[in-house]
């Protein structure tokens, strides 16, 4: 066994035996508790399960919507159902949305001229083909952003908020800041 196989055995087995523990303390309802009974039982007496997850995971790889790394899952599921001799094995046709990260670039043309670091996140829009040059205006949050009212119109808003440390009583440091982006 590889030390993935090892690994993702471990998360796994570990998410098996919390839900048996979740069982037994009888926090599931009955409507729910032979079904799910039945799969940790099944989880528990093979290794079939790890086997067709890591298979998915390292040899079919990424499958992030609309790729073709999702094709392959599509057909690698419908294959590996069809061999488990389940009924009825197919794809239903579905909307998806698709980011593809283009180009990427940004320079700083006053004072000096200086390419800088940066990174589109998914979902974003790109910018007119000629790209954008406008000036920055900095703000700490929304609240500063409101008060500069038009002020802010034409211009690069650059939210300057670092992002906090994790602390456990407040939530994530990312989750604090996520709404900058």
């Not at 979902?123 to 900095?138: D, E, F, K, Q, R």
């Not at 009212?149 to 939210?159: D, E, Q, T, Y």
Request: hydrophobic share 40%.
């Amino acid at each position: 066994m590889t030390s993935r196989s090892i690994f993702l055995a471990s998360i796994v087995a570990c998410s098996i035996n919390s839900a048996a523990r979740f069982a037994q303390a009888g926090k599931l309802d009955d409507e729910y508790r032979t079904t799910t009974d039945q799969i940790i039982d099944a989880a528990l007496q093979s290794n079939t399960g790890f086997e067709k997850l890591e298979e998915l995971c390292y040899q079919v790889g990424h499958r992030l919507s609309g790729s073709e790394g999702l094709e392959r899952a599509i057909v690698w599921a419908i294959r590996t159902m069809e061999a488990d001799g389940q009924e009825n094995a197919h794809a239903e046709k579905v909307m998806v949305p698709k980011w593809v990260r283009g180009a990427e670039s940004l320079t700083m043309v006053s004072p000096l001229k200086q390419s800088l670091a940066m990174l589109g996140l998914g979902g974003s829009v790109s910018t007119p083909p000629g790209g954008i040059t406008a000036t920055v205006v900095a703000v700490a949050d929304e609240q500063e952003l409101e008060s500069l009212g038009s002020g802010a119109a034409g211009k690069i808003v650059l939210f300057k908020n670092a992002m906090p440390p994790y602390d456990p009583n407040k939530g994530s440091g990312y989750g604090t800041t996520v709404r900058f982006r």
